[in-house]
């Protein structure tokens, strides 16, 4: 028997605004990333300091995952299905960078886009299914297919699958949690409407 | 879910360019690796396995301009095309294009030459790969980390589950790029001898560049002497992101969960493909994995003595050679292995030999503390 699933909740964090299901939380005119990542961390009050270490890519992960599962209850096999375009090119950049003088270790190991999820299972303690996918742009079609093909399979009770992505000090952030728990219907056109709505 | 079958496939190494010569260096022995001096990035010399451009650009040659692609796209062009060379009713517009990589083309980053900015993005791999071939569905790209490779198995697997796929292309590669063996170097991560997976006398990896490319598909093939994909996992350690776990906590789920899929148990494994890195960590952390799973007895080996660690490419590669040993039942010697390092016991192969082997594991891991399981089965 066919099983249906849900959008329990999503964020989205793009040009200073947080968004989630419910309402705007969220609005700041910083410019500059590493600002407006602290003053987000600030307005959650997170206290975890290990985010300060973190790349770019990493703080947009921790801060998105953090909105939605504060509101979300989530068992340890939520799945972490991620894509975005410009894989982790702005810290590859730093990196390269820093070979110039001394190729900077601490650099390096952000040097890999998944390296979001191992933060995002550290920080909530997910030991599950993890995927980082990259594509042109925001690919409604794979992200829907592959979280269906791990529910329907049972691997994995609940999925976080999104777009994350960061290029240029440009971020564009939609998460979202999807589950068996009723709330929007999940498809292809429901994950496409969600993410472009007010993005174009 | 459904059984995901292997078809053809190509190896694209410093030990060779067709599949035949890949498997037949491993029988013999040899090792793609050789020592580099790079006393631009490092004053270490180190150990790697690299292709030489000459002899590569002289087979691509045979189906395209050389100067118009760079060298990762000509290695991984090269294996695909053998796959549609020996398959040339396959049909492109129903074929799924996987492509798995870590890095692919950075070492553009650094010295873009004649290339577009834009050839960097994994996404413009893709396309390029795509557009060579005429592949009409959007390329799936994988970069998760050093399990890419296999996790493209499983990804195709899982979506020619729910009936998204048939047939897919899995393609992986990566390079030896500076940007690469600077990290690794940063990390003292380089091995300045040839790696030596499992080893008391092991002391870090040894980098790789290979492409490597897998015909696969839901629908089992007429002819008899198959190996499919019948069970498939990966579980995060959420430990560490460099680090594995010292328990192998991710990696032992990961087999768990494979062969629980699989429907067998842990002493049906006739044979064993580690990732086996030769980092002290990594070979430690693989050792308490498979000791709690009860594969201690079980016969293993790590290819990276061959080929090095080729990272997005290492988990497909290792499972091709992984679908001839099942085939010809041939197990073949761990490279560079002396006396056993890792504080649980394990079974290394030291020699060739011979086994019936009707059931195979694959396990790869990865920073991001990412792991992954496939259990193969020959029908």
């Known amino acids: 028997m066919q099983q249906d699933f849900y959008i329990k909740d999503w964020v989205k964090i793009k040009d200073g605004k947080i968004s989630n299901s419910k309402s705007e939380i969220f609005n700041s005119s910083e410019k500059n990333l590493d600002f407006f990542l602290k003053s987000v961390y600030d307005f959650l009050e997170l206290k975890y300091p290990k985010f300060h270490k973190m790349d770019g890519l990493s703080k947009l992960g921790i801060l998105g995952t953090e909105i939605l599962f504060r509101k979300n209850s989530i068992s340890t096999d939520t799945a972490l299905i991620l894509s975005n375009n410009a894989s982790s090119l702005e810290t590859d950049r730093q990196f390269q960078e820093s070979t110039k003088t001394f190729a900077s270790p601490a650099l390096f190991v952000y040097t890999l886009p998944n390296i979001v999820l191992g933060e995002v299972s550290i920080k909530f303690k997910l030991q599950s299914e993890n995927a980082f996918f990259i594509a042109e742009s925001f690919n409604a079609e794979l992200l829907k297919n592959y979280t269906e093909s791990l529910l329907t399979s049972g691997k994995s009770s609940e999925v976080l699958c999104g777009w994350l992505n960061l290029q240029n000090g440009e971020y564009d952030v939609f998460l979202c949690l999807i589950s068996p728990e009723i709330n929007i219907s999940f498809s292809e056109e429901s994950l496409k409407n969600l993410y472009f709505a007010e993005n174009d | ?379």
């Open chain 2, 1 to 379: 879910m459904k059984k995901l079958y292997l078809l053809d496939d190509a190896i694209i190494s410093p030990l060779g360019f067709s599949i035949e010569e890949n498997i037949s260096a491993i029988r013999e022995g040899k090792s793609g690796l050789q020592l580099q001096q790079k006393p631009e990035i490092t004053e270490n010399s180190f150990y790697a396995g690299i292709i030489d451009e000459s002899p590569l650009n002289d087979a691509f040659k045979a189906i395209r301009n050389p100067k118009k692609y760079t060298k990762l796209e000509k290695m991984m062009l090269l294996a695909v095309q053998q796959i549609l060379n020996k398959n040339p009713n396959l049909n492109l517009a129903e074929t799924a294009l996987v492509i798995t990589t870590t890095k692919g083309n950075i070492n553009l980053l650094k010295d873009p030459g004649n290339f577009l900015e834009i050839r960097l993005k994994l996404s413009e791999l893709g396309k390029v790969i795509a557009n060579f071939f005429g592949f009409i569905l959007k390329p799936i790209i994988v970069s998760n980390a050093c399990i890419s490779g296999g996790l493209g198995l499983a990804v195709t697997r899982r979506l020619g589950s729910i009936g998204k796929l048939k047939n897919a292309l899995v393609v992986g590669g990566d390079l030896v790029s500076d940007f690469v063996v600077s990290g690794f170097n940063s990390f003292q991560a380089l091995s300045q001898e040839a790696c030596k997976p499992f080893s008391r006398d092991r002391n870090g990896i040894s980098l790789g560049e290979a492409a490597a490319a897998m015909l696969v598909s839901i629908d089992k093939p007429e002819s008899s002497g198959n190996i499919a994909l019948i069970g498939d996992s990966t579980v995060n350690d959420a430990n560490h992101i460099s680090g594995p776990s010292r328990t192998g906590e991710g990696l032992y789920q990961s087999i768990q969960k494979a062969l629980k899929e699989a429907s067998i148990s842990t002493t049906e494994i006739n044979f064993l493909s580690a990732h086996g890195t030769a980092t002290i960590y990594n070979d430690e952390m693989e050792s308490m994995a498979f000791h709690r799973s009860g594969l201690q007895n079980t016969p293993l080996h790590s290819l990276k003595g061959y080929f090095g660690h080729t990272l997005g490419a290492s988990a497909l590669i290792e499972s091709i050679v992984t679908k001839h040993s099942m085939l010809k039942n041939h197990l073949y010697s761990s490279k560079n292995f002396g006396e056993l390092g890792v504080s649980k016991s394990l079974n290394i192969i030291q020699q060739n030999g011979e086994k019936q082997i009707n059931y195979a594991l694959k396990t790869a891991s990865g920073f991001g503390g990412c792991n992954l399981a496939l259990v193969f089965k020959k029908e």
